[in-house]
Structures are given as C-alpha cells and as structure tokens.
C-alpha cells in the first residue's frame, strides 16, 4: 500500500565517481547527495513505479520494466552486468513505507541495455577512461535506458505506457522515485512524486551548467528537462536511488510514461545546492535517438509510436527467441528453433540456445522425480505442505487456478514459472503429451492448486 507521505525527489547513487564535462569529483561528490522539495503523494498515485535494486523502475508491459542504463550495466565492461544475466532474481516492491515489504521475487528472462549507450560505453573505454560512469557518456548525451524482462507476470502491479508523443515545453509532467531524502543522501525508501512543468532548453544555461552552445541543444534533442529545487523552491531535485524513476504526463486516469531519470547540471555554488535541472531520457518518437521503436521491439507497451511487434506478424521482434514463439508469446518454439530458457521451448528444454526434446515420455521427464500422477481433468491438491512436489498428468485440461504461494515460493507448468495469487492460469503447450506441476519448498504449507 503507498500511504500518503511528503514526496521528496533524488537521482542516483552510481556511476557518478568519474569527473566529466567539465565538473570535479568534489563537485560530483557534493552533488549526488542533494535532495529538497516536494509535494504529498496519494495512496493510489502512479502505482506503476516500483522500487528495484539499487534503482527505481516502471512497469511497462506484462513482464516488462523499464529503468536507466547505468542501474544495470557494467561499466568496466559495456555489457550488462552480471547480476541482471538471465536467472537471476530481480525484486520489485510497490509498496511506500519504510521498511519497503512485500517484495516480488521475478526471474530475469533478459535485460537490454539501448545499444548507443553500449555503443558509447566501449568507445569510452577504447579511449582510455577507466570505466564509463554516466559522467563519462553525458557528453555524447546517449539514452540512459534499459528493459529488464522477466518470466512471471506480477498482476497485482499496473503497467504504464510509453507515449511515443514528444513533451512540449510546459507540459505538465510527474518525477518519481524511490531516492534520498535529505541533504545528506539518507533516507531513503519512500515513494515520491513532484508535478512539474517541462522546461526550455535555455534552462541549461545557467551558472556552474557544464553544457553550453549547440550542447544545449543536443541535450534537448535526448531528455526532458525539468527545473530543479535551486531554480525555485516549488520544484524538486534528484537523488541517489531516483535513477531509473519514470517521469509520467499528468493523468488522473492514465499511467503515462515520457521519460526516465537520468542526470542533472548544478549551480555555481557546490557543496549544499541541489540540482538546477534534472534530466529524464526522451522515449518520443522526435528524439534524437531511436526509442520508442527500441521499445517496441522489446514489447513493451507503447501508445502514439507506431505498430508494435506481436506474436504472430511471421516476424523474430519483441522478446521472442525464434519467430512468433518464446520470450513473452503464449507460443512455446518447437524443437531446433532458438531459445534462450527452458520455458522457451515446447519441450521445456533449452540446451546451448537450441530447443531439444526433453529425453523422456512423460511430462514431468526430466524435470522432477516421482510426481503424483492424476487422471481426471478436475483434480485439486489440497495443501501441498512446505515440501517441493510434483504432479503429472495427461488428462485433457481447460484450465487451473493456484493460490497461497507466498513470496519466495514458486509453482512451475510444464517449467514455466506462473503467478498463484488465486487467478485461473494459462496453460502452456502441452509437453509430452501433458503437465508437470512443480511447487518449490517454502513456509507455505497452504498453499494449492487445482485443475479442470
């Protein structure tokens, strides 16, 4: 639940340790810890903005959060970091009061960083800089941008939209997030909303900028500007653990997303200022940079950008792994077509990128050891106790439904992971002529499944 609490704005923590464009480190390091200003927040306000590790983010489609680059990649290396590989775990929370609970527990399919960033991180490093922090890519004014696609839906968080329609100056827009809360970098953990108008890019030239000239504009061609705290104490500033935050247009009915937290210039004075600007990453269609159709390839949902791909335009886009199958489409690939997942496949067998058959008859083959073995199509498991268990069977099912399974304890169909917040379940393809139904061990021990 988000309860009403006065919403403070940050930015970000990370990759703000390397001097670039014209700024020192004691500024950097001065700078990254400023947060004043703010307006109430409603319970119900732009529930689409979750709390992620170290980073906020935005729910944008089934199984999509859209985040900045630098919350995810690593920059000694232009590549995504380790700990958002495929596998791993990414936790979100919806939730506004410290300590942040409850979490949900989501398996990385993917996560893509937009590729001029990626581009510019490793000409960054080819040119001798010791990493490429968001100082060092500022410069090139690249889009600090990044989807992280995961294998369960998350249906008690509401998706958002990109709008593809650029931000005209004056808009009324929405800055969110997740940061700091005081002066000292501290406090962090609730969430946070300023309204805010869209500024002139003549804003950028103010005393202490460290953008001037046809900067300025090229600045405006990749982000949003927004005025800071110490252009007027009625606006907000950015802070460590905002980075990633969406910025919306302001809807009372619609979640409306134009822009991701990104950066900020200063005022001449460092050390107690908090930011002049902020800057958001442009997703429109007239940006300087190609995002919106970045976007829409990935799936997410996009509105005013044009055609977005589907799971059946005979086409490899979006999330798929092979065309029209895997990734995010209901169509699982058959066998010899590309995966990147077991729950790619119709055969729940992903080896060396490549569908195979599972090796086994039966569908719970390969995947766990001495199921339970039903026969009818309505079938209900009573409490399944905090063990893991399995279930098979090659009835011809309509439908399931599960419920009970807490955080932390998960239910696989045919090894693909599934939400069991009481709602009636999608079945994948059958696999070997069936279903396996896996529930992991947990504390849990009421929780249940049926069939029918």
């Known amino acids: 639940m988000r309860a009403s609490v ?14 670039g464009y014209g700024d020192s480190s004691e500024e950097i390091s001065a700078a990254e810890d400023e947060l004043i200003g703010g307006t109430p927040a409603l319970e119900s306000q732009y529930a689409s903005t979750v709390l992620a590790p170290g980073c906020t983010a935005a729910k944008v489609g089934p199984r999509h959060f859209l985040t900045a680059a630098h919350c995810v990649d690593n920059e000694f290396a232009a590549t995504v970091s380790s700990s958002y590989a495929p596998g791993q ?19 990385i399919q993917q996560t893509y960083i937009h590729p001029d960033w990626l581009a510019d991180c490793a000409a960054a490093l080819a040119g001798g800089a010791t990493d490429c922090g968001v100082n060092v890519l500022n410069p090139g004014h690249t889009p600090d941008l990044a989807v992280v696609v995961v294998n369960e839906l998350s249906p008690t968080i509401p998706a958002a939209s990109v709008d593809g329609a650029p931000v005209a100056v004056g808009d009324p827009v929405v800055a969110t997030g997740y940061g700091c809360e005081d002066p000292s970098g501290s406090g962090g953990g609730l969430f946070k909303l300023q309204n805010l108008t869209a500024s002139a890019s003549s804003t ?39 980075s990633g935050g969406p910025l919306y247009r302001q809807s009372s009915t619609n979640l409306i997303v134009v822009g991701v937290n990104a950066y900020y210039t200063f005022p001449s004075a460092p050390g107690s200022n908090p930011s002049q600007t902020n800057w958001h990453t442009r997703l429109d269609t007239s940006a300087r940079y190609s995002t919106t159709s970045w976007l829409q ?14 799971c059946t335009d005979a086409v490899k886009n979006g999330t798929e792994t092979d065309v029209d199958c895997g990734g995010t489409c209901t169509a699982d690939c058959a066998n010899g077509k ?36 039903f026969t009818t199509a309505s079938y209900n498991s009573g409490n399944l106790g905090t063990g893991a268990r399995c279930f098979e069977t090659t009835a011809n099912l309509t439908a399931a439904n599960c419920g009970n399974f807490a955080s932390g ?19 994948p393809a059958k696999r070997n002529g069936g279903y396996c139904f896996e529930a992991s061990a947990g504390n849990q021990a009421w929780a249940y499944f049926s069939t029918w």
Do not use: K, M
Not at 6 to 19: D, R
């Open 6 to 19: 006065y919403a403070l704005l940050s930015l970000f923590s990370v990759a703000c340790t390397v001097p």
């Open 89 to 107: 775990i990414y936790s979100v929370s919806a939730d506004n009061t410290p300590p942040i609970s409850p979490y949900v527990n989501l398996t």
């Open 204 to 242: 950028l030239n103010h005393p202490g900028s460290y953008v001037s000239g046809s900067a300025i504009t090229d600045v405006a061609a990749s982000y949003v500007i927004t005025p800071g705290y110490a252009a007027s104490t009625s606006y907000a500033s950015l802070c460590p653990g905002d």
């Open 297 to 310: 390839a990935l799936g997410v949902s996009v509105i005013n950008g044009g055609t977005a791909p589907t």
């Open 338 to 373: 590309t995966c990147a997942a077991n729950s790619d496949c119709t055969s729940a067998n992903c080896v060396a990128g490549v569908c195979q058959a599972s090796g086994g008859t039966s569908p719970c083959s390969t995947l766990c050891t001495s199921p339970t073995v």
């Open 409 to 427: 304890r998960t239910f696989e169909v045919n090894n693909t992971v599934v939400s069991c917040t009481g709602g009636n379940i999608t079945l």
